[in-house]
């Protein structure tokens, strides 16, 4: 059982460019969510996807899209990176009060 | 304003010295507060659930209790491979959304 990966671990983008982020679980968890760590802050959501086919905005959606293709697949998109995006993303599956993250994607926008 | 706070920011023992970590909130009505474990270049990890004031759960040398207002992550006779970030959050009665904390950097030393 690997839980929950994501794809790429590191990726540096210039401002303006697109790239999506991959997540996938296999604990057959309905509930899925993508986040941002910032330093000396808090996580923060940025979309959230109940069951397959739905999706919700979170904290922080703006300028970010999402797919929840399958039950194990949950993707984050960002059409026109910005340095502002500078973070470092996970997802997590799971019940909102039990959660499992992934190793999280460490991007840098330039 | 809704809001989770932690101290101290970062927090440095011997190991075998124990201490507490500390996490203050302000919710309109809490339905769950949780502590996760967070390992360099890792995603947070599940530590504990507590709902009420006045509950404790405890995990090896680690042991959470809550109030009304507050909750406390006691770590007894710590060991270096307790090293880690320690985060809360909490969940109002209204809201799936999690509120995270920034952290307490926990660095023992051996």
């Known amino acids: 059982n690997a839980g929950v990966t994501q794809t790429p671990k590191f990726q540096v983008l210039k401002t303006g460019q697109s790239m999506t982020l991959q997540c996938a679980q296999d604990?057959?968890?309905?509930?899925m969510y993508w986040y941002r760590q910032d330093p000396g802050m808090g996580l923060r959501l940025i979309y959230y996807?109940?069951?397959?086919?739905?999706?919700d905005k979170g904290e922080v959606p703006n300028g970010y899209n999402v797919s929840r293709l399958n039950k194990r697949e949950f993707s984050l998109r960002l059409e026109s990176a910005a340095p502002s995006q500078t973070s470092v993303y996970f997802c997590?599956?799971?019940?909102?009060?039990?959660?499992?993250f992934g190793p999280g994607t460490r991007l840098t926008v330039t | 304003e809704d809001q989770v706070t932690q101290s101290p920011e970062a927090l440095r023992l011997q190991e075998g010295e124990s201490s507490s970590l500390n996490c203050s909130y302000t919710?309109?009505?809490?339905?769950?507060l949780f502590w996760y474990r967070q390992d360099p270049g890792k995603g947070p990890e599940f530590l504990f659930t507590l709902y009420s004031a006045g509950e404790e759960k405890e995990k090896e040398r680690l042991k959470a209790t809550l109030t009304k207002k507050e909750s406390f992550l006691h770590i007894t006779a710590p060991k270096p491979e307790d090293s880690a970030t320690y985060l809360c959050?909490?969940?109002?009665?209204?809201?799936?959304?999690?509120?995270w904390g920034a952290g307490t950097k926990l660095i023992i030393k051996p």
């Open positions: 919710v309109s009505g809490l339905r769950g």
């Open positions: 604990m057959n968890h309905n509930s």
């Open positions: 997590a599956g799971g019940r909102s009060y039990e959660q499992y």
């Open positions: 996807s109940a069951s397959e086919g739905t999706t």
């Open positions: 959050a909490v969940q109002e009665d209204s809201n799936y959304q999690l509120i």
